[in-house]
């Protein structure tokens, strides 16, 4: 990988579906040109321009600029992409192009699927501190119903690792300070024995105060980083037919956890239920309903203040084999273990009007396996299959008003639980998970003439879940258990329910792709992409929230443009789409307190991308990405209530991002850089049922740093800063009006520092 290249994808991520800089390799062009890249985005080294998939992608010298270190960053780079924290930054919900999960179980797995080195992390508590020492990311637009390990209705992130090579011993080191007392270190050290056997071990840390001010005396400030990664790469290359990769990692996060900005409802944080109690009973109720009266909106007054926990497990081996006949034998096996502990202050303030602790253990093991055709005649192919076994425990518990004394006794037990359910309350549900997906694949390309080329890929998949020993129960704030609600036996306390679901789909891709004279690409294609069922884990009060969610799926229209201009000093590409969408699974959470996983019947989606790259000179590349999408339910009813011809949520119709790189001057043999980045997001809706009280208003944010570094470049200075007009954008939005509130979560204010990095 050049680093040209690298400084290039540092501002030019957004190539519309273009897979960029991906193993980098370059045509030798003009210096003030914009490079050809050799990406993988469809399981097999090519060409970016031929590559007729949607795709943004950058390198992870790119990443390192713009500082994109978790996961939530990637919204801000990708058009028609978004994170949705209702769980925190570091486990964002994405939503692409529209098609979202309106659901914020750690049970679940999303429909924008997350690879590592193509290791499907199917749920929140696996994927970790992941974003360091990467070569690069693919972020793949559209259903992923063929190559890709698990079935997908809206896309995948892919992140891939940097791999050791044979050259000589290397190593970087970069050693950063930034406001709110972060502190930070990453690195990498590679080596080789021979041609042979290759090693290299990269780690990541990271530790700061919580930007999320707490005003209550003898508390921690929210929204902190305390996290480490470690990873271990070993490359043996027996032969020039065989070769293993085998990846090591763990990881660690400790840090406070986010804080939530919850915003007081006419009677308040607690909906005047305190204010009724004080008023019978001043002395043994003193505490009134929270106005949030001279807090901005990154401050809160939160008596709870736990730590939020994640611990990552990881072992991957990829094999690769090549057989006669230009064939390919290639395996990738993968064994994954996470826990993710999640406590909530949810009212954001000192009552306990309402608190959350979510937690999840997962153990995951998954075999994709594939042979894979490399010749240089009109028709090659990909077959595969693909196994994933994943078993989870989870456990989730809501407690309403436990710091309120509803039987006036002035003592805080079990008997305000009896006396004034559900305050006083603490409701706890558990149970263990189990799904088995298996699939059978097939990918193909046929030169129908030299400039017309014919893809069709089928697969089946097959998905069973169980989940077992489900019991959610009442108990008082002394955790003495006073009902059994879910199955709901008034006999035996500890009661469990099972429920379970097993399907068969059929998902593909037909498309063609025309080549022109000039290079420039046109493809058209229709895919069709497949989500699995799944369980509710937010039922708490009535068996009738035990429910099971139909499978979703999408019909998708898909075509576009690639081009290179002007003697390839501009790169355009385009894209639009259309989607039937089907079933989308989301949370019903109804003023009664019930929460029911169901399904939007249908809704139709269609929009476009526009991506272009320009090096008008070669000191200065311009990139800029435009996102249009537009969404309609054609058919559901929410909570009693049509939301036909509503906007699907977390679906902006706007998302734009520009950006500059320019190599400015020098000052003797130190080359000055600097990047700049701008941001648009358009307004949008958080809930199908479009409520203007929990409506997100459009944003803008600018990025930027300044760059120094020798030439050669064995180090460099970095100044960066990231939301440099410090604006307040919501990232999820709840509507929690029965309490008193609406729930909220604020992206970080202004951060900045100063990063070295020496390589060696």
């Given at each position: 990988m050049t680093s040209k290249c690298g400084r290039l994808v540092a501002v030019a991520l957004p190539l519309l579906s273009a897979p960029a800089c991906a193993l980098a390799q370059t045509t030798a062009p003009a210096a003030a040109s914009v490079e050809e890249l050799i990406v993988t985005a469809q399981r097999r080294a090519e060409a970016l321009s031929s590559v007729p998939i949607a795709v943004t992608a950058m390198t992870g010298e790119a990443l390192a600029r713009q500082r994109i270190f978790t996961a939530s960053d990637l919204a801000t780079v990708t058009p028609n992409l978004?994170?949705?924290?209702?769980?925190?930054?570091?486990?964002?919900?994405?939503?692409?192009?529209?098609?979202?999960?309106?659901?914020?179980?750690?049970?679940?797995?999303?429909?924008?699927?997350?690879?590592?080195?193509?290791?499907?992390?199917?749920?929140?508590?696996?994927?970790?501190?992941?974003?360091?020492?990467?070569?690069?990311?693919?972020?793949?637009?559209?259903?992923q119903g063929t190559l890709y390990g698990k079935n997908t209705t809206g896309g995948a992130v892919n992140l891939v690792a940097r791999r050791p090579?044979?050259?000589?011993?290397?190593?970087?080191?970069?050693?950063?300070?930034?406001?709110?007392?972060?502190?930070?270190?990453s690195g990498a050290v590679q080596a080789s024995t021979n041609d042979i056997l290759a090693g290299r071990l990269?780690?990541?840390?990271?530790?700061?105060?919580?930007?999320?001010?707490?005003?209550?005396?003898?508390?921690?400030?929210?929204?902190?980083?305390?996290?480490?990664?470690?990873?271990?790469?070993?490359?043996?290359?027996?032969?020039?037919?065989?070769?293993?990769?085998?990846r090591a990692s763990i990881s660690d996060q400790t840090p406070n956890n986010y804080g939530v900005l919850a915003q007081p409802g006419p009677d308040g944080i607690g909906a005047g239920v305190y204010s009724l109690f004080h008023s019978f009973a001043p002395a043994l109720v003193p505490q009134t309903d929270d106005f949030r009266v001279g807090l901005g909106n990154r401050e809160l007054t939160s008596s709870f203040t736990p730590k939020r926990k994640n611990r990552t497990d990881s072992v991957a081996l990829t094999a690769t084999f090549t057989l006669p006949h230009d064939l390919k034998l290639i395996s990738v096996s993968s064994w994954d273990k996470g826990s993710l502990t999640v406590p909530e202050d949810t009212d954001g303030s000192h009552l306990q009007v309402l608190s959350i602790d979510y937690s999840a253990n997962v153990e995951q093991v998954a075999e994709d396996?594939?042979?894979?055709?490399?010749?240089?005649?009109?028709?090659?192919?990909?077959?595969?299959?693909?196994?994933?076994?994943?078993?989870?425990?989870?456990?989730?518990?809501?407690?309403?008003?436990?710091?309120?004394?509803?039987?006036?006794?002035?003592?805080?037990?079990?008997?305000?639980?009896i006396d004034g359910l559900p305050l006083g309350c603490r409701f706890a549900n558990s149970f263990r998970q189990i799904k088995t997906s298996w699939a059978i694949y097939g990918d193909s390309a046929y030169a129908l003439t030299d400039q017309l080329k014919m893809r069709v890929g089928l697969r089946y998949s097959h998905d069973e879940g169980r989940q077992e020993?489900?019991?959610?129960?009442?108990?008082?704030?002394?955790?003495?258990?006073?009902?059994?609600?879910?199955?709901?036996?008034?006999?035996?306390?500890?009661?469990?329910?099972?429920?379970?679901?097993?399907k068969g789909e059929v998902s593909g891709k037909l498309g063609l792709d025309y080549t022109t004279a000039a290079g420039s690409l046109a493809y058209a294609s229709y895919s069709r992409g497949y989500r699995a069922s799944g369980f509710n884990a937010q039922a708490f009060f009535d068996p009738s929230e035990l429910t099971v969610s139909l499978p979703e799926t999408v019909d998708a229209l898909e075509a576009g443009w690639k081009s290179h201009l002007f003697d390839r000093r501009v790169q355009l590409n385009a894209a639009a789409f259309w989607y039937g969408y089907h079933n989308q699974q989301f949370i019903d959470?109804?003023?009664?307190?019930?929460?029911?996983?169901?399904?939007?019947?249908?809704?139709?989606?269609?929009?476009?991308?526009?991506?272009?790259?320009?090096?008008?000179?070669?000191?200065?590349?311009?990139?800029?990405?435009?996102?249009?999408?537009?969404?309609?339910?054609?058919?559901?009813?929410?909570q009693g209530v049509s939301v036909v011809g509503n906007r699907l949520p977390n679906a902006p119709e706007l998302t734009f991002t520009g950006m500059a790189d320019w190599d400015a001057f020098r000052v003797g043999q130190v080359a000055v850089g600097a990047h700049v980045k701008w941001s648009h997001v358009s307004d949008q809706e958080f809930d199908s049922r479009n409520q203007p009280s929990i409506h997100g208003s459009s944003y803008d944010t600018v990025d930027g740093s300044i760059t120094l570094a020798p030439d050669p470049a064995n180090w460099q200075v970095a100044v960066w800063g990231k939301n440099l007009a410090n604006v307040d954008y919501y990232t999820s939005r709840l509507d929690g009006s029965g309490l008193g509130f609406i729930y909220n979560h604020i992206n970080p204010p202004r951060t900045y520092g100063v990063t070295l990095t020496a390589r060696f």
């Open positions: 978004q994170a949705v924290s209702t769980v925190g930054e570091e486990t964002p919900i994405f939503a692409l192009r529209g098609v979202a999960m309106s659901d914020y179980s750690l049970n679940q797995s999303a429909p924008v699927a997350t690879y590592f080195d193509e290791v499907y992390k199917g749920n929140f508590a696996l994927l970790g501190v992941a974003l360091y020492d990467l070569d690069r990311v693919e972020v793949l637009r559209g259903p090579d044979f050259g000589p011993a290397s190593g970087e080191l970069s050693l950063g300070v930034g406001n709110y007392n972060r502190r930070e270190a990269a780690f990541t840390y990271a530790k700061a105060d919580g930007w999320f001010k707490n005003r209550s005396p003898g508390q921690g400030d929210l929204n902190g980083t305390d996290e480490y990664g470690v990873r271990l790469s070993v490359l043996f290359r027996p032969s020039d037919k065989a070769e293993f990769i085998l396996i594939r042979i894979q055709s490399n010749g240089a005649g009109p028709f090659n192919f990909t077959l595969g299959a693909y196994y994933n076994r994943e078993r989870l425990t989870n456990a989730t518990s809501e407690a309403f008003y436990n710091d309120l004394d509803v039987n006036l006794d002035g003592v805080l037990n079990v008997e305000d639980c020993d489900f019991i959610s129960q009442a108990m008082g704030t002394d955790g003495i258990v006073i009902a059994n609600l879910i199955p709901g036996d008034a006999a035996d306390l500890g009661a469990t329910t099972n429920l379970s679901f097993s959470a109804s003023p009664d307190l019930t929460q029911r996983l169901l399904n939007l019947p249908r809704s139709t989606i269609y929009g476009g991308e526009l991506e272009i790259v320009a090096r008008p000179v070669g000191t200065l590349t311009l990139t800029g990405s435009l996102g249009l999408l537009r969404s309609r339910i054609d058919e559901g009813v929410v």
